[in-house]
């Protein structure tokens, strides 16, 4: 059974950072297509950030802010944002894709759809 747990939102001043966190139980980090999105009410959900099976890549609204990372050995996810703007509120979601099926993955990254696992969300809030 594959779990995926967020933490680490908050409220933030414009210009602040928070650090994501999505720690992930029946499912091996190291080798998994996974990514992050965000989704405001009113809004389709969309990436943030995706690691697939050698590259990192990002959205173009967050280039050069957030920075994607994970620890393998503990199995955890991490989202590093700084320099937040207003338009970085949202709730934020980790994804993953099902283990052994990360081919296509430059083609699909970017696609809600395409991911199998979901975690509950955090709420980052920049005001």
């Known amino acids: 059974h594959v779990q995926l747990v967020e933490s680490g939102g908050g409220s933030v001043q414009p210009g602040g950072s928070l650090r994501l966190s999505c720690v992930f139980s029946?499912?091996?980090?190291?080798?998994?297509?996974m990514a992050w999105f965000r989704q405001t009410s009113g809004t389709e959900r969309e990436v943030v950030a995706g690691v697939g099976p050698s590259s990192v890549w990002y959205a173009e609204a967050v280039k050069g802010r957030f920075t994607l990372s994970k620890e393998n050995d503990k199995n955890i996810l991490y989202l590093q944002m700084d320099r937040l703007t207003p338009g970085d509120t949202a709730m934020y979601y980790c994804?993953?894709?099902?283990?052994?099926?990360?081919?296509?993955?430059?083609?699909?990254?970017?696609?809600?759809?395409?991911?199998?696992?979901w975690g509950q969300g955090t709420q980052v809030t920049v005001s």
């Open positions: 029946g499912y091996v980090v190291r080798s998994g297509c």
């Open positions: 994804a993953a894709r099902r283990s052994g099926e990360c081919y296509w993955w430059a083609s699909n990254w970017s696609r809600g759809t395409w991911y199998n696992y």
